[in-house]
């Protein structure tokens, strides 16, 4: 019961996160499928901070990455109870997996792809990119690679 209701508010306050990013949707135009993207640059609406490649922006995905893996290893440690390495990663991963599906199903194929808020001007007649459901479901698998490495700093968090 821990889980389902540590799951739920994971996923809310995901999705505030989400929505407070969104207000200005260029800002996270490195969640876009690459055509918007090519366009937006192309409209000069793309700068470094936001491009996706290059190191600053790997260095942002890493940092992150380790952020989460701290902050969920703290949670399954003092919400789980996990005390063991491979409890605390299982758990981590998870719950991350989760809010990964929840993401890539509710807040990408059925929010980000039929609300008109995250269209970018200039982009209006891009209406096949922006529906491309696949687009966020790959994205998903990619999603649960990316929690490996987050679900192990978080298994070391809770032996730490």
Not at 35 to 48: F, N, S
Not at 67 to 91: E, H, P, Q
Request: hydrophobic residues 55%; proline residues 3%; charged residues 15%.
């Amino acid at each position: 019961m821990t889980f389902l209701i540590e799951s739920f508010i994971a996923c809310a306050v995901f999705t505030l996160f989400v929505f407070l990013m969104s207000r200005d949707p260029i800002k996270t135009i490195f969640n876009y499928p690459s055509a918007i993207i090519e366009r937006c640059d192309q409209l000069g609406l793309v700068d470094a901070s936001n491009k996706p490649g290059g190191a600053a922006f790997y260095a942002k995905k890493i940092t992150a990455m380790v952020i989460f893996g701290v902050l969920l290893g703290l949670l399954v440690r003092y919400v789980n109870d996990c005390t063991s390495f491979w409890c605390g990663a299982l758990t981590a991963y998870a719950l991350w997996c989760v809010v990964n599906w929840f993401d890539a199903f509710v807040l990408d194929c059925i929010w980000f792809c039929h609300d008109k808020h995250f269209v970018i001007p200039g982009t209006e007649d891009m209406v096949a990119d922006y529906h491309d459901y696949w687009f966020h479901i790959r994205g998903g698998f990619i999603g649960m690679l990316l929690a490996i490495p987050a679900a192990l700093v978080a298994g070391v968090i809770v032996i730490l």
